[in-house]
C-alpha cells in the first residue's frame, strides 16, 4: 500500500525567502505525482503535474521536482508571498487511486 | 464547463439521520472519484467510479456509507444513520483517463458536521 510522508508538517519563514518542501512515497511504480494547495476550509487547488517519465515540472515561482527511484518529490517556491500562506499537500498516483500526505501548512510571514 | 461541482457545500445533521451529496464532474472525465479529509490529515480514497462502474472501495466506506454513479454522470454519496465520526469534508474529484494521465481536478468539497 502506497504511503506518502510530507515534512515538514509546518514551516513559517519571511516574505521574499525561497522555500521547499518535500514529499516521500514508499511505492515507486506511480503514474504520477500531483501538488496541491488547501486554503482553510477549501477544497484542493492543483498546482503542478508529474508525469512518471518526467523529472520536473514549472509553474511560474513554483517548480517541482520527481525521483521515481527514490521516492521523493520537492516543491520548491521562490520569493515567497504571504498569499502562498496554506497547506500544500502532494499525491502519488497509480492506476486507480491518489494517495494523499498530511500536507505541510505553510505561514509566509509580511 | 467549470469543474468539479459538489452540493450542498455545509451540511449539519444530527446523529442518526441520513444524508445525501453529490457530484457533478467535469463532463468528459470519465472517473470520478470520493476522498474524506478529517482536520490536520490529508484525504483519504473512499472509492472510485469508471463511467458508471464502482472498481474500487476502501475499508474506509462501512456498510453505512453508499456511492452511486447512474449513467455515468453525476456521482451521489450517501451516509446512512450518522455517527459524531463521519463529520469531515467529502471531497470529489474528476480525471480523464487513456494514455496518458492528465491528474485529478478537485471539488470545493461538503462539509459534514454530524452533531
Known amino acids: 500500500k502506497q504511503e506518502v510522508t510530507q515534512i515538514p508538517a509546518a514551516l513559517s519563514v519571511p516574505e521574499g525567502e525561497n522555500l521547499v518542501l518535500n514529499c516521500s512515497f514508499t511505492?515507486?511504480?506511480?503514474?504520477?505525482l500531483q501538488w496541491f494547495r488547501q486554503d482553510p476550509g477549501k477544497g484542493l487547488t492543483s498546482l503542478l503535474l508529474?508525469?512518471?517519465?518526467?523529472r520536473e515540472q514549472t509553474s511560474g515561482r513554483l517548480n517541482a521536482s520527481l525521483d521515481k527511484s527514490s521516492g521523493r518529490s520537492t516543491l520548491y517556491i521562490a520569493a515567497s508571498q504571504p498569499g502562498d500562506s496554506a497547506t500544500y499537500l502532494c499525491?502519488?498516483?497509480?492506476?486507480?487511486?491518489?494517495?494523499f500526505g498530511a500536507g505541510t501548512r505553510l505561514t509566509v510571514k509580511p | 464547463d467549470t469543474g468539479v461541482s459538489q452540493n450542498p457545500r455545509h451540511k449539519i445533521t444530527k446523529r442518526g439521520q441520513n444524508v445525501t451529496f453529490r457530484c457533478d464532474p467535469i463532463?468528459?472525465?470519465?472517473?470520478l472519484y470520493w476522498y474524506r479529509q478529517t482536520l490536520g490529515q490529508g484525504p483519504e480514497f473512499l472509492t472510485y467510479?469508471?463511467?458508471?462502474?464502482?472498481?474500487?472501495k476502501s475499508r474506509l466506506l462501512s456498510d453505512r456509507f453508499s456511492a452511486e454513479r447512474p449513467k455515468g454522470s453525476f456521482s451521489t454519496l450517501e451516509i446512512q444513520r450518522t455517527e459524531q465520526g463521519d463529520s469531515a469534508m467529502y471531497l470529489c474529484?474528476?480525471?480523464?483517463?487513456?494514455?496518458?494521465?492528465?491528474?485529478?481536478?478537485f471539488g470545493s468539497g461538503t462539509r459534514l458536521t454530524v452533531v
Open positions: 474529484a474528476s480525471s480523464l483517463t487513456g494514455q496518458i494521465n492528465y491528474g485529478y481536478t
Open positions: 511505492d515507486s511504480a506511480i503514474y504520477n
Open positions: 508529474i508525469q512518471s517519465s518526467q
Open positions: 499525491a502519488a498516483a497509480n492506476n486507480n487511486d491518489m494517495r
Open positions: 463532463s468528459e472525465h470519465n472517473r
Open positions: 467510479f469508471q463511467n458508471e462502474a464502482q472498481l474500487e
